[in-house]
């Protein structure tokens, strides 16, 4: 039985027999605060979950809470270390104070596709200084998401160049995608994802940094102008996660179902985003949206500003005692070999 993961709370608690640990079964609370349309919802929260049901049968069950129910995006990490939920996302941008060092998987000119950034940052978290930080905080990774490197998403035409930039507010997200903004010349305001229509409706922003594959959910498309395609400027990533003490307290076999099933959800959804990522210029194309891409010369003068918001990086948490350049340079490393 492959029970689908929908409505505004589930509990998912499927029989197959597939794993026999003799114990009480897990009974874990799943908490998301992102959309339920999201295509992190769908392609990673549900996709996962489901899996997991599918492989331990009555070992697992979930209550799921998607849409922010009971946590916001930004307040996940805490809901986790606060026992609200078992299971959530652990979304970067949101905990540069606590996690710095994995920051570095949100830096421009790092990757430009999904699975290229995810293949590097999976592994970049299971050993080394980025998984120390989970540790740190309490929670244990199982799987990444990240999406395809963030264009410029605007309603003030294209964004091509210093003049382009200037002046503009470009919504941010926080941690290193201020500096991106900065680095360009526009002014960074940090919104909530779920405040960003509005706040572009009423020219609040004059654009946002953003993947094709989240525009949808927060209905951009309609208000969006213009959209470049082979910008690098950074991205958002984020890691499902699990309390550390309930991760401890789960029999090995179902520990290694959730890691395989992370595996198998990785894969699946970094196929969908890369893949839907053409699909959609094309269509926002057709509906009248400048869909446009740098010049040479262009992307040349961007990048080379870019590259200072990387050494600000570095520099800012080398002053604080943190490895900051030897994470880069091993996170640069595992970005090529993805390629």
């Excluded at 964004?159 to 930039?165: P, S, V």
């Excluded at 305001?189 to 989240?214: C, F, Q």
């Excluded at 198998?264 to 969908?272: D, L, V």
Aim: aromatic letters at 6%.
């Amino acid at each position: 039985m492959n029970t689908s993961i929908k409505g505004k709370m589930l509990a998912v608690t499927v029989a197959l027999g597939a794993v026999s640990t003799g114990v009480q079964a897990a009974n874990l609370t799943v908490v998301n605060g992102l959309p339920e349309k999201h295509v992190i919802s769908v392609q990673g929260f549900e996709t996962w979950m489901n899996c997991v049901s599918d492989k331990a049968g009555d070992e697992v069950s979930f209550k799921y809470f998607p849409g922010g129910q009971i946590a916001k995006t930004k307040e996940l990490l805490d809901a986790m270390n606060n026992g609200i939920a078992d299971v959530s996302t652990v979304l970067v941008g949101y905990v540069s104070a606590k996690m710095p060092l994995n920051g570095v998987s949100m830096l421009p000119g790092l990757g430009s596709t999904a699975t290229g950034i995810m293949k590097a940052y999976t592994q970049a978290v299971r050993s080394g200084p980025l998984a120390a930080e989970f540790t740190d905080n309490k929670v244990q990774p199982i799987f990444v998401m990240a999406l395809p490197a963030y264009q410029i998403i605007s309603t003030k035409g294209a964004l091509r160049n210093e003049a382009d930039f200037a002046g503009k507010v470009i919504r941010s997200a926080g941690g290193t995608m201020n500096l991106t903004i900065g680095a360009l010349g526009a002014s960074a305001a940090e919104i909530p994802s779920s405040d960003m229509y509005v706040a572009m409706e009423r020219g609040t922003i004059d654009a946002t940094l953003s993947a094709y594959s989240s525009l949808k959910s927060y209905s951009i498309e309609t208000l969006m102008n213009a959209a470049s395609t082979n910008g690098e400027f950074g991205g958002f990533t984020l890691v499902m996660s699990m309390n550390l003490d309930k991760w401890n307290a789960t029999p090995a076999p179902v520990q290694d179902i959730m890691m395989t099933c992370g595996a198998e959800t990785e894969a699946s959804y970094a196929a969908h985003l890369d893949g839907q990522t053409s699909e959609l210029q094309a269509e926002f194309k057709a509906a009248g949206v400048d869909i446009y891409d740098f010049t040479p010369a262009e992307l040349e003068a961007i990048n080379g500003k870019l590259s200072a918001v990387t050494a600000d990086w570095v520099e800012r948490l080398g002053a604080r005692g943190l490895p900051a350049a030897e994470v880069l340079e091993s996170y640069a490393a595992l970005i090529r070999a993805s390629k």
